[in-house]
């Protein structure tokens, strides 16, 4: 079954401190992977996007690796700010399907 | 414009009416997928268009639902005869490719609420 799974489902860290979200997927075929940000009530902002072949890849204080052996990434955020509050959602289309299969998200809350 | 624009942001409905929610894209973009997402939910995709084909519509959710972009720039999901499930967010989002493996950039959504 095509699954995208996150870990954990809510987090809260001081600002200024890092923070890592993990993701778990179980598409196939796979042929990239997305981190997105949503502020609630907004839609979702588009972070980095994996392909096979890229194990890290940085945005600013945001850094995804890929590991396509063991299906797995993460969402690296450093030196976190209040802004940062907000949902991290791991999608992961369906091989070269537009249809989207999402993750439940990470709820982040920055305090400050 | 600068982003994927969606009017209105806010819609409350009684049920049994009929609503429209207007998705104008980015200038150019040749994809345009509308996603649904229920409170606490990821999106559910609901129809995907290349200019003005509609390619995919097997997420609309029942015959109530259609979508249209006659020209291939703005987009129309109408939803018929409302009921309370279909409260929800209803966002747009638009692409630059035609692979539909491109980044997707998302509109702020339409919250529609039917009571």
Redesign the interface.
């Known amino acids: 079954k095509n699954q995208v799974e996150q870990s954990p489902q809510s987090l809260i860290i001081l600002e200024g401190k890092n923070c890592t979200l993990q993701c778990n997927y179980t598409v196939s075929p796979f042929s990239n992977l997305r981190w997105y940000k949503q502020d609630t009530g907004r839609g979702p902002v588009s972070l980095t996007i994996m392909t096979f072949s890229e194990n890290t890849k940085s945005n600013g204080r945001y850094t995804a690796t890929l590991d396509a052996d063991t299906k797995q990434s993460s969402l690296h955020i450093t030196a976190s700010q209040l802004s940062d509050s907000a949902s991290y959602i791991c999608v992961v289309p369906r091989g070269s399907n537009y249809q989207l299969i999402w993750g439940a998200g990470t709820k982040l809350i920055i305090k400050p | 414009g600068a982003g ?1 624009s969606q009017s209105p942001r806010y819609k409350v409905a009684k049920r049994g009416q009929d609503v429209a929610l207007r998705c104008d894209p980015i200038s150019g973009h040749v ?1 345009l ?1 509308w996603y649904q997402q229920a409170l606490g ?3 559910e ?1 609901l129809t ?1 268009f290349q200019n003005e084909a509609q390619l ?1 519509k097997s ?1 609309l959710p029942s015959d109530r639902f259609f979508a249209e972009r006659p020209e291939g720039s703005v987009s129309t999901l109408k939803i018929q005869r409302t009921q309370q499930e279909d409260s929800a967010v209803y ?1 747009c ?1 638009s692409s630059g490719t035609d ?3 491109g ?7 339409s ?1 529609l609420t039917v009571l």
Not at chain 2, 103 to 109: I, K, Q, R, S, T
């Open positions: 994927v994809s997928f939910q990821g999106p995709f995907y995919d997420g966002l989002a692979r539909n493996t980044e997707l950039f998302f509109g702020e959504g919250r």
